[in-house]
């Protein structure tokens, strides 16, 4: 049993006073998916949680040494909180599945209760009885969440804007790691990891252009071009590397790290100061980049050209929006916005140039991107969620977790297979993404 529910995209007025937000733009199904996830996930939960118990305690600590107030640390029963969790769980599940049934999706806020409600029973099971140490620190958890987030916040911001123009965006891979080499070099020339970012910025725009040239004047298959570009970036970066970053890694490869920056009084209050106001310019940035990208979109007239452009480029085209241009320049924008995001990985993260460091980023923020319905507020918060499940792995092997290791590495890419596969049902991106615009 489906429904349809149709969300129609602005109209391509000049008036940006017209512009409504359109949170999604696209044709989203109401189906099964969703309740069939919760009851899956809601059954693995009642297996770990209950069937293979765990009695002991586990702590979460809230507050770290610098903050201002100093919150009680919160210690909860592995096998009390799996039952709550699992009550929880089951409940939600079955309200998704009336609402489906009664042909009403799903909502947002109900995957992201699910969502938490299932961590914490994890965690609280995980974390009682680890070999190690029985002490969640919530507060790194979530700021080392964050901080693994942020290049995907980029990426995704970057392929929300080139397909909302009508660009299939595949080379977010490249861009990130063009983005990541540059910044690595230019800061370890000039000492100066500012001008390494913008030299990321730069770099992830010269990859764009390449993609746009080709998709859009040659109007080559856009995906074939992304995949492409992506092989010949990490083929051009791995080769630099051993030619000359390696043998000259004291000159080429040692770039200033960016300094965390605390921001006053905020910094201090417990978990979210961590969170949120402790970290580099590169993460502040990325505040700034989501919500101008958000009023940018469905607020501005650069918005509406763009979002008429990649829902309807013929009749964009009748009131006198350049359709090559439009595209080429804004996918050039998304381009600088992934290279940004790329310095990260060497400025702002390791202090150093790896050989495809960006690890498969690019690909998980497109997915990020779908996952979120092509919005840039959506995909952040996929973005986070991807980030979040990163940084677990490495909490949960610090802690000495029960779960092997090996799983541990593919917990963040399961994550992404479920989430793309299983919560967002079928989607319709943009009308004319991937497809070349041939006046006449």
């Not at 746009?212 to 992304?226: E, H, L, M, P, R």
């Not at 079928?426 to 615009?437: C, F």
Request: proline share 6%; charged share 10%; net charge positive.
């Amino acid at each position: 049993m489906s429904t349809e529910a149709t969300h129609q995209p602005a109209p391509a007025q000049h008036n940006a006073a017209s512009a409504r937000p359109d949170p999604l733009a696209s044709t989203v199904v109401v189906s099964w998916k969703a309740p069939i996830v919760y009851a899956v996930l809601t059954v693995l939960a009642a297996v770990l949680f209950i069937v293979a118990r765990n009695d002991a305690d586990a702590v979460f600590r809230i507050s770290t040494p610098g903050d201002a107030v100093q919150v009680p640390e919160i210690t909860l029963n592995g096998f009390v909180a799996g039952i709550v969790s699992v009550v929880i769980l089951a409940v939600i599940t079955v309200i998704s599945a009336l609402l489906v049934r009664a042909q009403r999706r799903v909502p947002l806020w109900m995957a992201v209760v699910f969502g938490l409600v299932f961590v914490v029973g994890f965690l609280a099971w995980a974390a009682a009885g680890g070999t190690t140490s029985h002490v969640i620190p919530l507060a790194g958890l979530l700021a080392g969440g964050i901080s693994l987030a942020v290049p995907l916040i980029y990426g995704a911001l970057a392929g929300v804007i080139s397909e909302r123009v009508g660009v299939v965006n595949i080379a977010i891979e490249g861009q990130l790691l063009a983005g990541a080499f540059t910044a690595a070099v230019v800061a370890s020339v000039t000492g100066q990891a500012l001008l390494g970012m913008l030299a990321a910025a730069v770099a992830g725009m010269l990859v764009s252009f390449v993609l746009a040239a080709f998709a859009i004047k040659y109007i080559v298959d856009q995906v074939i071009v992304g995949v492409v570009l992506n092989v010949l970036v990490v083929g051009l970066t791995s080769f630099l590397f051993s030619q000359l970053l390696a043998p000259n890694k004291d000159l080429l490869n040692t770039p200033p790290r960016l300094d965390v920056i605390p921001i006053p009084i905020l910094s201090d209050i417990p978990l979210l100061g961590p969170m949120f106001f402790r970290q580099t310019i590169v993460v502040y940035l990325v505040y700034v980049a989501v919500a101008a990208v958000y009023i940018g979109l469905f607020h501005t007239r650069w918005g509406l050209r763009l979002r008429a452009v990649g829902e309807h480029p013929e009749a964009a085209d009748t009131v006198g929006i350049n359709i090559p241009r439009t595209r080429f320049w804004n996918v050039a924008l998304g381009g600088a916005i992934a290279g940004l995001g790329g310095s990260f990985f060497t400025v702002g993260s390791v202090g150093s140039f790896n050989q495809e460091m960006t690890a498969g980023a690019g690909y998980i923020a497109l997915a990020a991107v779908i996952f979120g319905g092509w919005d840039p507020i959506r995909a952040t918060l996929a973005a986070l969620l991807f980030g979040f499940t990163s940084n677990l792995r490495n909490t949960l092997g610090a802690i000495g977790s029960p779960i092997p290791s090996d799983f541990l590495l593919m917990l963040p890419y399961v994550v992404t297979i479920f989430a793309v596969a299983g919560l967002v049902g079928k989607a319709r991106g943009p009308a004319a993404a991937g497809k070349p615009y041939v006046k006449g």
